[in-house]
């Protein structure tokens, strides 16, 4: 039996992510606060925040309804570094994280109903060194507004990485093999999955 799916996020890359496993889900966007509590470390608030969200959406849907919900935060020195608001917030992130590794946290909160199942992922990336003429031109992309850390691995600023330790996707903000494992458990059937089903009926 198909279930309903529904995205607790607004994010465009998420949303690609999941229809990369030939999902299509609804998307609903939690209205929670995002602030980072005092001394609360990165993977506690990525894993708040997911729960946050999903709960926020999970009250507005029946029951019967699959939530995902994920958050995701980059991390250097004991440092969340969140969306930047302006160039001067994204350079200072930038000249903490050039030519360093940072880490990437990601946690998922798969729920339904009553049932909520939830993972954290962590991966390490390193940055490669900009001058001020690339960190301006690389703001003024626009691409960074909206990106923890400032940057996008999969967009432009996948030519600032010089290296990276872990999940690809989870830095692009949904760690899939993860994911796809929640959601397995919950009945969603991933692309693999459907294919498996047809070569068993004939």
Not at 54 to 67: F, G, H, I
Request: charged content about 25%.
């Amino acid at each position: 039996m198909s279930v309903t799916l529904v995205l607790a996020s607004g994010s465009p890359r998420r949303l690609s992510l999941l229809q990369d496993c030939g999902l299509q889900p609804i998307v609903r966007v939690a209205g929670i606060d995002e602030s980072v509590r005092t001394g609360e470390a990165a993977q506690d608030y990525v894993a708040r925040l997911a729960r946050e969200k999903n709960a926020w959406v999970r009250d507005q849907l029946e029951e019967t309804a699959v939530v995902i919900a994920a958050d995701t935060t980059v991390v250097i020195d004991d440092k969340v570094c969140g969306k930047p608001e302006d160039f001067a917030q994204a350079r200072d992130m930038w000249l903490l994280m050039e030519g360093r590794w940072h880490e990437v946290w990601t946690s998922v909160c798969v729920a339904q109903g009553g049932v909520e199942k939830q993972c954290t992922v962590q991966t390490r990336v390193l940055m490669d060194c900009m001058d001020e003429n690339q960190r301006r031109a690389y703001w003024d992309s626009g691409e960074p507004m909206d990106k923890a850390g400032g940057y996008a691995i999969q967009g432009r600023g996948g030519v600032l990485i010089r290296a990276i330790e872990g999940s690809y996707s989870n830095v692009v903000g949904l760690p899939l093999a993860e994911t796809a494992q929640l959601l397995r458990e919950f009945g969603v059937v991933i692309w693999e999955d459907r294919h498996a089903g047809k070569s068993q009926h004939g």
